[in-house]
């Protein structure tokens, strides 16, 4: 749902949705990076974002998990001003630790694998949720161990960053997101850094997120995952969403020729 009525067609439907980005724009200096977008996620979709470098899909990801500010519109994530409280119709800015619980229930997976190169794929998976929940080390180790079955790893707990292949990397990276039991999880080109043979293995363990019932936002240049997981598919360009709609819809019968332009040249 990408029209400016966003909130209402989520309102009507009964359902708070999970994000919900209403007139959002974003800029870098002079450079105006989101213009004016407007999109919701209802819990338990899947939302794949699709467009050429420099159109704005990190920044968007960025700023839905409090990396930017945005600065103009309003972003929510499961009701909640993103960055913000709501008393009545004021909004207060979340001092850093109110803002960084806010956070914790987003989880977001990045190109680059980002695990801590010095601890094991169980180490860096139990680190959060001990340091930041305060679980104890006990339950963190189980339910570690939990998510590394989960991903196809169940024998890789004490391998080091670097005795794992970028496919299993980016598998604990997705483990060590659903470890903090996020809401919502995000997707920045999670495949793109990866070797051909690898990108399989790592979609798949989404695809299984994904019939789990996770909400999550993917940006992805894997059309037949988005063909086949997402349930509503973007097309952004240029800091606008350009397009967006059922993917099958979408990939088959691009209405746009920006969109036409684009996935003639990805297809
Ligand atoms: P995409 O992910 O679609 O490739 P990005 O969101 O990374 O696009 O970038 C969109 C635009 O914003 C680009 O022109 C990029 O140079 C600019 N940009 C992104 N992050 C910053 C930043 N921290 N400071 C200045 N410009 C930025
Ligand atoms: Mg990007």
Redesign the pocket.
């Known amino acids: 749902m990408t029209d400016t009525t966003a909130r209402e067609s989520a309102a009507r439907a009964g359902v708070t949705p999970m994000v919900l980005a209403e007139g959002v724009s974003k800029s870098?200096g002079s450079?105006e990076?989101l213009k004016s977008i407007s999109l919701s996620v209802r819990p338990g979709e899947v939302l794949c974002i699709i467009?050429p470098?420099?159109?704005?899909?990190?920044?968007f990801l960025r700023c839905i998990n409090h990396l930017e500010r945005v600065d103009a519109g309003r972003l929510s994530v499961d009701g909640q001003v993103v960055g913000y409280r709501q008393h009545g119709d004021k909004l207060y800015e979340l001092k850093p630790k109110e803002a960084s619980r806010q956070r914790r229930e987003i989880g977001m997976v990045f190109q680059r694998f980002n695990l801590f190169p010095h601890m094991t794929a169980l180490e860096n998976i139990i680190e959060a949720p001990i340091r930041v929940k305060g679980l104890p080390k006990a339950r963190a180790v189980e339910r570690a161990n939990e998510l590394l079955v989960r991903v196809g790893l169940a024998d890789k707990g004490d391998h080091y960053p670097s005795q794992l292949s970028g496919g299993q990397q980016q598998r604990v990276a997705i483990a060590r997101a659903l470890a903090m039991d996020p809401k919502l999880m995000l997707f920045d080109e999670p495949t793109s850094a990866l070797d051909p043979e690898l990108v399989g293995e790592v979609l798949d363990v989404m695809k299984g997120l994904a019939a789990s019932g996770m909400t999550m936002v993917v940006?992805t240049h894997e059309m037949g995952f988005a063909r086949e997981v997402a349930d509503e598919l973007v097309f952004?360009d240029g800091g606008v969403v350009v397009e967006s709609g059922d993917p099958r819809e979408v990939l088959a019968n691009p209405q746009h020729q920006r969109t036409q332009a684009f996935l003639s040249k990805v297809l």
């Open positions: 870098f450079n990076v467009g470098s420099g159109s704005g899909k990190s920044t940006v952004m």
